[in-house]
């Protein structure tokens, strides 16, 4: 009969006033900066409560693998300030931990969300005017940049190669040339770290040129360097490799063909070596800006032609065998001076441009040209406002549509802006944005990075050290370069 007074007994202790079960050991959800850019230090606070009012630390889990220490003893309650930088673009949960004195830890918090993207924008050169005409992401994940510089170097312009790191910072420059003018228009990755440049080396004072090719080690140091051409007037414009493991160089010759210049195609083995050249045109200018390997072993060529002599180009298309003879030839004519600068191969067996076409009073516009796999037109598209605006640079992206440098003087703030413009898989375009000061500023080369942002590389006259200066521009997927 006494157990039914202990439990009475029992209860009232519990629910006595004053008795309520006292919160544990708490850590809050930490708070600060919700979003910023890869390798940059942010700030974040948070605090725990002691439910006996005793000193306190406090660790965060940064989501990335990386545990702070623990704090310093903090009063209950006491705010703590950490810092933390993240070196890859992606959304982190950052969580907070507590410990008392007795080294009882408390639960992780909930989780605060950042977003870390990789965007920022680098200039680099000196006093004199330094160009950025080619970019591509390197192994490390850093870029090399490929253009020509007047503030560096032994020559009346040499080839200017700057290597960085993820988040644009130079890991080291080099330039490569003689006394006269020597420029590069392309760049590729290769696989042990280094890249391969193609373009134009000037030999005398009678503008004698070669088309050139050069390959690069990680540290930046030539591993072996060619020139391609005779008596006259022939440049590089654009390199891929080849599946062979060798190269494929287009550009242009006065030594050779028909006549004016030519359509030059040289094939390397992986030592640069010269197996075979072929020279494609008509009586007239014929230039190849852009040359990819095809599926069947072939290749594409998009550039520029003359055919009629008047000095009025039209956009010029060229499939070529395994051997670089050509299987056809394709001309557009949009009733101006029409440049295709750069093409690429597409998922259906077709072919996509980027150039410009000629606008009413003196303008011009940016262009899309899709073709099919005998370079028969599927479609065009043209953009701007008629102002001076142009598309050099053009890449396949992971969604099927395709992303487009150049630059603009239809929008923006000064008389040209970096102009990147995103299209679906039909040219119809998703977002356009321009970057740039007060004075010109022109995209050459676009690259996908590779999580899902793009990569820019041009010139600037609105930032930089003087004269015109490389510019670098590495956005988010929306082509956003702020968080």
């Not at 101006?336 to 076409?357: L, P």
């Not at 990569?455 to 670098?472: M, N």
Request: glycine share 16%; aromatic share 12%; charged share 15%.
């Amino acid at each position: 009969m006494k157990k039914p007074l202990l439990l009475a007994l029992v209860a009232a202790v519990v629910l006595a006033p004053g008795c309520k079960k006292k919160k544990p050991l708490y850590a809050e959800t930490p708070w600060g900066t919700a979003s910023g850019r890869a390798g940059a230090l942010l700030f974040f606070q948070g605090s725990a409560t002691h439910p006996n009012g005793d000193d306190v630390a406090l660790r965060f889990d940064w989501g990335d693998g990386d545990t702070s220490g623990w704090s310093d003893w903090l009063a209950s309650g006491e705010t703590l300030l950490l810092s933390h930088r993240w070196s890859t673009a992606d959304t982190y949960s950052v969580r907070a931990q507590a410990r008392d004195t007795t080294n009882t830890l408390s639960d992780w918090s909930d989780a605060f969300e950042v977003s870390i993207v990789n965007t920022w924008t680098q200039t680099f050169g000196g006093a004199a005017d330094d160009q950025g005409y080619a970019v591509v992401q390197s192994a490390d994940g850093g870029y090399f940049v490929a253009g020509t510089t007047l503030s560096f170097g032994s020559g009346a312009g040499d080839i200017y190669l700057v290597k960085t790191d993820a988040s644009g910072a130079q890991d080291w420059a080099r330039t490569i040339g003689g006394s006269d003018y020597d420029a590069a228009n392309s760049v590729l990755p290769t696989s042990n770290g280094g890249c391969v440049l193609a373009g134009t080396t000037y030999l005398d004072a009678l503008k004698r040129s070669d088309a050139y090719l050069a390959k690069i080690d990680s540290s930046g140091s030539v591993v072996f360097a060619r020139n391609f051409g005779w008596i006259g007037a022939d440049m590089g414009h654009s390199v891929a490799q080849t599946s062979d493991g060798g190269y494929i160089v287009a550009g242009q010759t006065g030594s050779f063909g028909a006549g004016g210049y030519d359509v030059y195609l040289i094939k390397t083995d992986a030592a640069g070596n010269k197996l075979w050249d072929q020279v494609l045109g008509g009586a007239y200018n014929d230039i190849g800006y852009s040359v990819q390997q095809t599926g069947d072993g072939g290749y594409i060529i998009a550039g520029s032609t003359d055919l009629s002599g008047s000095g009025i180009p039209d956009i010029y298309l060229i499939k070529t065998d395994t051997g670089g003879r050509q299987v056809w030839a394709k001309t557009f004519d949009l009733g101006g001076h029409d440049y295709g600068y750069s093409v690429q191969n597409t998922t259906d067996g077709g072919y996509v441009i980027a150039g410009q076409t000629e606008g009413g009073g003196g303008g011009s516009y940016a262009y899309l040209l899709k073709t099919d796999a005998d370079g028969n037109k599927v479609w065009d598209k043209s953009y701007g406002a008629n102002g001076r605006d142009f598309a050099r640079s053009i890449q396949r992206t992971s969604d099927g549509g395709y992303v487009v440098a150049g630059a603009t003087a239809s929008v923006g703030a000064g008389a040209y802006d970096v102009y990147l413009l995103k299209t679906d898989a039909s040219g119809d375009t998703l977002w356009t944005r321009t970057f740039g000061g007060p004075e010109s500023d022109i995209g050459y080369s676009v690259q996908a990075a590779a999580d899902g942002g793009y990569i820019i590389s041009g010139s600037t006259l609105s930032y930089g050290a003087g004269g015109l200066d490389v510019w670098l521009i590495r956005t988010d997927a929306q082509g956003n370069t702020a968080p």
